[in-house]
Protein backbone atom coordinates (compact mmCIF):
# COMPACT_ATOMS: atom_id res chain seq x y z
CA UNK A 1 0.00 0.00 0.00
CA UNK A 2 1.32 3.77 -0.94
CA UNK A 3 2.71 5.04 2.11
CA UNK A 4 4.65 7.81 1.40
CA UNK A 5 5.30 11.04 -0.61
CA UNK A 6 8.19 12.78 0.04
CA UNK A 7 7.51 16.39 -0.57
CA UNK A 8 11.53 17.15 -0.48
CA UNK A 9 11.89 14.77 -3.42
CA UNK A 10 9.04 15.50 -5.29
CA UNK A 11 9.13 17.73 -8.74
CA UNK A 12 5.64 17.81 -9.01
CA UNK A 13 5.01 16.52 -12.47
CA UNK A 14 2.26 14.20 -11.58
CA UNK A 15 3.41 11.39 -13.15
CA UNK A 16 2.37 9.18 -10.15
CA UNK A 17 -1.29 10.68 -10.34
CA UNK A 18 -1.68 9.76 -13.68
CA UNK A 19 -0.45 6.67 -13.90
CA UNK A 20 -2.49 5.53 -10.83
CA UNK A 21 -5.51 2.92 -11.56
CA UNK A 22 -7.09 3.78 -8.43
CA UNK A 23 -7.34 7.62 -8.12
CA UNK A 24 -5.28 7.24 -5.14
CA UNK A 25 -3.64 11.04 -5.89
CA UNK A 26 -5.23 14.50 -5.56
CA UNK A 27 -3.03 17.64 -7.61
CA UNK A 28 -3.29 20.22 -6.42
CA UNK A 29 -1.99 22.70 -8.51
CA UNK A 30 1.84 23.89 -8.35
CA UNK A 31 2.38 21.64 -5.45
CA UNK A 32 2.99 17.71 -5.11
CA UNK A 33 0.06 15.52 -5.19
CA UNK A 34 -1.82 14.03 -1.99
CA UNK A 35 -2.14 10.31 -1.20
CA UNK A 36 -5.67 10.82 -0.46
CA UNK A 37 -7.52 7.60 -0.76
CA UNK A 38 -4.65 5.67 -0.04
CA UNK A 39 -7.60 2.80 0.81
CA UNK A 40 -8.13 2.45 -2.58
CA UNK A 41 -4.43 1.38 -3.12
CA UNK A 42 -3.84 -1.60 -5.03
CA UNK A 43 -0.33 -2.25 -4.01
CA UNK A 44 0.74 -1.82 -7.67
CA UNK A 45 3.94 0.06 -7.21
CA UNK A 46 3.25 1.34 -10.70
CA UNK A 47 3.63 5.51 -8.97
CA UNK A 48 7.00 4.09 -7.40
CA UNK A 49 8.28 2.41 -10.52
CA UNK A 50 7.32 6.00 -12.28
CA UNK A 51 8.58 8.51 -9.91
CA UNK A 52 11.94 9.13 -11.69
CA UNK A 53 12.35 11.59 -8.28
CA UNK A 54 12.66 8.60 -6.31
CA UNK A 55 9.66 10.73 -3.39
CA UNK A 56 7.50 7.51 -3.16
CA UNK A 57 7.43 4.73 -1.03
CA UNK A 58 5.18 1.39 -1.67
CA UNK A 59 5.17 -0.98 1.24
CA UNK A 60 4.39 -5.06 0.46
CA UNK A 61 1.04 -4.89 2.82
CA UNK A 62 -2.08 -4.51 0.73
CA UNK A 63 -4.61 -4.89 3.11
CA UNK A 64 -4.05 -1.95 5.55
CA UNK A 65 -1.59 0.80 6.23
CA UNK A 66 1.67 -0.16 7.84
CA UNK A 67 3.02 3.41 8.49
CA UNK A 68 6.65 4.44 8.02
CA UNK A 69 9.11 7.82 8.45
CA UNK A 70 10.81 9.39 6.22
CA UNK A 71 13.87 8.10 8.03
CA UNK A 72 13.22 4.21 7.73
CA UNK A 73 12.55 4.36 4.05
CA UNK A 74 15.70 6.89 2.82
CA UNK A 75 17.76 4.27 1.94
CA UNK A 76 14.49 2.06 0.30
CA UNK A 77 13.88 4.76 -2.25
CA UNK A 78 14.30 4.22 -6.07
CA UNK A 79 15.41 0.27 -5.16
CA UNK A 80 12.45 -0.90 -6.82
CA UNK A 81 12.68 1.17 -9.59
CA UNK A 82 16.63 0.21 -10.07
CA UNK A 83 15.59 -3.78 -8.75
CA UNK A 84 12.96 -4.05 -11.52
CA UNK A 85 15.47 -2.31 -14.04
CA UNK A 86 13.00 0.18 -14.96
CA UNK A 87 14.20 2.96 -17.21
CA UNK A 88 17.39 4.58 -16.86
CA UNK A 89 18.02 1.28 -14.76
CA UNK A 90 17.19 -1.24 -17.87
CA UNK A 91 20.01 -3.48 -18.07
CA UNK A 92 21.99 -2.23 -15.16
CA UNK A 93 19.49 -4.88 -13.00
CA UNK A 94 17.91 -8.00 -13.47
CA UNK A 95 13.92 -7.48 -13.71
CA UNK A 96 13.69 -8.78 -9.98
CA UNK A 97 10.80 -7.86 -8.32
CA UNK A 98 11.36 -8.83 -4.67
CA UNK A 99 9.38 -6.71 -3.17
CA UNK A 100 6.27 -8.41 -4.63
CA UNK A 101 7.41 -11.42 -2.92
CA UNK A 102 4.95 -10.69 0.40
CA UNK A 103 2.32 -10.04 -2.31
CA UNK A 104 1.53 -12.62 -4.40
CA UNK A 105 2.96 -15.34 -1.35
CA UNK A 106 -0.20 -14.10 0.52
CA UNK A 107 -2.05 -13.86 -2.76
CA UNK A 108 -1.61 -17.99 -3.37
CA UNK A 109 -2.80 -18.23 0.31
S1 LIG B 1 5.84 10.99 -9.87
FE1 LIG B 1 7.19 11.48 -8.13
S2 LIG B 1 8.03 13.50 -8.62
FE2 LIG B 1 6.23 13.20 -9.93
S3 LIG B 1 4.52 14.13 -8.77
FE3 LIG B 1 4.58 11.95 -8.24
S4 LIG B 1 5.84 11.85 -6.37
FE4 LIG B 1 6.23 13.83 -7.33
S1 LIG C 1 0.71 1.45 -5.76
FE1 LIG C 1 -0.64 1.50 -7.58
S2 LIG C 1 -2.71 1.80 -6.77
FE2 LIG C 1 -1.27 2.32 -5.12
S3 LIG C 1 -1.00 4.53 -5.26
FE3 LIG C 1 0.64 3.58 -6.48
S4 LIG C 1 -0.15 3.44 -8.58
FE4 LIG C 1 -1.90 3.84 -7.21
Redesign the pocket.
Known amino acids: ?2 ELLLTDRCTSCGT ?1 AS ?4 N ?2 DEPPDVPPVIARQA ?9 LHCEADALY ?1 GPDWEKPAPVSPETVRGLLGEFRRHAGWHEWEGAFPNEHWRMDEVFRRARE
Open positions: MICVCPAVFDCQTCFLCEV
